[in-house]
């Protein structure tokens, strides 16, 4: 019997189509992922709609070099999270930006080149030294030599990015947003980057600490703290594992979006299905979920734009 199925619709493209209304015919259209595009942003609406639900965002550095740095910024700038833990790289791309521009590249451009015009290639984005290295250098010396002369000996990764978003960064800067919402931004891994290193090197001849386990602390009571937890989790490494690692304390998340470009055959975290974390208990049996396999900088601004349009109403 065939009369209990539902057939599949092509797409009706036509002039002055909204987002929402596209991601409607996605439901009907029941592409590859788009299927699961669908199901992404229906998760994230609920996970949204849930007011006892604290709802986590990770990401790795790379997109904040890209113009995906404006969707991560819209959902903070909006209170569409309550907690970022991301990379130290984050920090470097965030704070670069906003006193500096990145440019357009190509994959396939001559990397020795590149190297001797002082160029560094990420991906298709092109890095210039004076547009990294040498502004974040600048910048967080005065950063912290500022904190040293107020006093400050130690501080936790949360507390020094919303220092660096209230004193270094602009309002294009989603730190500069978090700091805003006193959405807290963690950085488990805050030495594997221009920053953290500048924090180094300042530490040669201060006395100064950074405090990873008060990070730790805060964490677990945020999390012991809530009724339920969700999260839309981009990519992998360790800003993925930290949020679901801490989660399995609780039982595991209620809601988890992934969205990964990673093979699963090789045992990778950022490969690894939400399925794979429900059997340690990071996710709950019967959480919502959804893993979404493809590139982020077109997936992600797609699910928040659609998603912003129809929490605002449906308009497109």
Request: hydrophobic share 40%.
């Amino acid at each position: 019997m065939i009369s209990d199925l539902e057939a599949i619709k092509d797409y009706d493209l036509r002039e002055g189509m909204s987002i929402s209304e596209l991601v409607e015919q996605m439901r009907g259209a029941w592409g590859f992922t788009a299927e699961k595009i669908v199901r992404g942003i229906d998760i994230l609406k609920m996970m949204i709609a849930d007011k006892e639900c604290v709802k986590f965002l990770s990401f790795p550095a790379c997109i904040v070099a890209t113009g995906t740095r404006g969707v991560i910024r819209e959902m903070v700038k909006r209170r569409l999270i309550d907690v970022i833990v991301t990379t130290c790289g984050t920090l470097d791309h965030d704070l670069a930006r906003c006193w500096k521009k990145y440019y357009r590249g190509s994959f396939d451009l001559d990397d020795k080149k590149l190297h001797r015009r002082g160029i560094n290639r990420l991906g298709n984005i092109l890095i210039p030294n004076e547009s990294y290295g040498i502004i974040i250098e600048e910048k967080m010396r005065e950063l912290l030599s500022a904190l040293w002369g107020e006093g400050v000996r130690e501080i936790s990764t949360r507390e020094l990015s919303k220092e660096i978003g209230l004193r270094l960064c602009s309002e294009d800067s989603l730190l500069h947003w978090a700091a805003r919402n006193n959405i807290p931004v963690y950085v488990p891994g805050i030495t594997d980057g221009a920053v953290g290193y500048q924090i180094w090197l300042f530490s040669q001849d201060h006395k100064f600490k950074i405090d990873i386990l008060k990070d730790e602390q805060e964490i677990n009571d945020i999390i012991f703290s809530a009724k339920r937890t969700g999260a839309l989790i981009i990519g992998g490494g360790i800003s993925k594992h930290h949020v679901i690692w801490w989660n399995q304390f609780k039982g595991g998340l209620d809601y988890a979006v992934y969205i990964t470009t990673a093979v699963e055959w090789d045992g990778s975290l950022s490969g690894a299905r939400v399925r794979e974390a429900i059997s340690w208990g990071k996710v709950k049996e019967n959480a919502k979920h959804v893993t979404i396999e493809g590139d982020a900088t077109v997936i992600l601004p797609l699910m928040i734009a659609a998603l912003i349009s129809e929490i605002s109403g449906g308009r497109g």
